[in-house]
């Protein structure tokens, strides 16, 4: 059973939830927002294995090609280049879909690993942790995230996912059985929410919502969720102190006065969310 | 000789776009011939990757030279491997900067 967390606009608390709800609950954290993974500072997770993760990148055979130049208007992503010289590879670009190979006529691309990031995997707070972590530098991360959840636990797995709506998070929620969207009451909040909304639904997955840094008990992500018929699955007061628990790179859990926030957050899930 | 200019639009008295990989227009000028010929960069809609397409969409035009404000690494990589050689300018209608290039009065950028 997977449960994806995400949010839409970022900063607005998907690794303050989905941290503290893997420990409630005993479920495996997965953090795929491989560009930032920060969830191992909170868990403060002891890793025991570190896997590579590699790509293929065309690699053109310069005595074969015969600058036909098929190659590079098959490729969707301008990763290849016509130039005098002969066709130029640009790594940063390809989406390793084998497109170009396919379409030579003289069997002149091959293809060679390029190394994109690794995997880590641990144990914190007698959960299992894993993360994905793309080199700097690096744009296309979903074959880190892919290769993440392809070998997932047959358990529960809370994944921790990229901000926005991109690719990243569109590729986490294949593996998605439900989904928490956790947001906050800004305009901005709200705005990409919508934007999350209309993707997990497209996507059927059942979903609720987390309110976080709420100041005024009405407002508009309320509102919203009413006007949807979303359900809300937490409220979380703004309040400095959580801001100082967060800073410290420590768990909610461990002050009494926010436990109770993960434990109805946890039974809701299970109601709302898991018995579908 | 051909010389691209990335252009704001397709007339003459267009102002040059400083962008390069996303302009609108690339106006085209043969020294030979003296003609101006105005082609939409097609790049200006990827997603990824528009400088390496417009610098192909030159090459298609056998460009020998191309005006523009900034080139990214990329686009620079692709004309240099097919001896492109660069100027720049201040924003400046298209017909002044083909007036300055017959003065010699372009500036020479280097990569």
Do not use: W
């Amino acid at each position: 059973m997977n449960i994806v967390v995400l949010s839409g606009k970022g900063g607005t608390g998907k690794t303050l939830v989905s941290t503290n709800l893997a420990v409630y609950m005993g479920a495996n954290y997965i953090d795929t927002d491989v560009e930032e993974p920060n969830g191992f500072i909170f868990l403060k997770s002891v890793v025991e294995e570190t896997a590579y993760v590699e790509i293929d990148i065309p690699d053109i055979d310069k005595q074969k090609c015969v600058m036909c130049f098929k190659c590079v208007d098959f490729c969707e992503f301008n990763a290849l280049a016509k130039t005098k010289q002969g066709v130029l590879v640009f790594d940063k670009l390809c989406h390793s879909c084998g497109g170009c190979k396919i379409v030579c006529p003289v069997d002149a691309v091959n293809y060679k690993k390029k190394n994109i990031g690794i995997i880590e995997k641990g144990k914190a707070n007698h959960i299992k942790c894993i993360r994905g972590v793309l080199n700097i530098g690096e744009p296309i991360a979903v074959p880190i995230i892919k290769e993440i959840l392809n070998n997932l636990d047959d358990t529960l797995n809370m994944i921790d996912a990229s901000p926005g709506t991109s690719c990243n998070v569109v590729k986490t929620l294949e593996y998605a059985d439900a989904a928490i969207l956790v947001t906050e009451p800004t305009k901005f909040g709200l705005h990409d929410l919508g934007r999350a909304v209309k993707l997990v639904e497209d996507l059927n997955i059942p979903f609720g919502v987390v309110i976080n840094r709420i100041t005024e008990e009405n407002n508009i992500i309320k509102d919203y969720c009413k006007e949807n018929k979303i359900h809300i699955l937490a409220e979380i007061k703004h309040d400095k102190n959580v801001a100082v628990l967060y800073s410290k790179g420590e768990l909610l859990l461990e002050d009494d006065r926010y436990k109770e926030i993960f434990e109805s957050l946890s039974n809701k899930v299970k109601e709302n969310l898991l018995c579908k | 000789m051909k010389i691209a200019i990335s252009s704001q639009g397709k007339e003459k008295e267009s102002l040059i776009d400083l962008r390069f990989g996303r302009c609108t227009y690339f106006q085209i000028y043969d020294t030979d011939t003296e003609k101006l010929t105005a082609i939409e960069n097609s790049a200006i809609s990827s997603t990824g990757g528009a400088g390496i397409q417009a610098a192909n969409l030159l090459l298609n035009e056998n460009v020998d030279a191309v005006v523009t404000g900034i080139l990214g690494p990329n686009a620079v990589q692709v004309l240099k491997a097919s001896d492109v050689k660069f100027f720049t300018s201040g924003i400046k209608k298209i017909s002044d900067i083909i007036s300055d290039y017959k003065e010699n009065k372009l500036e020479v950028k280097e990569y």
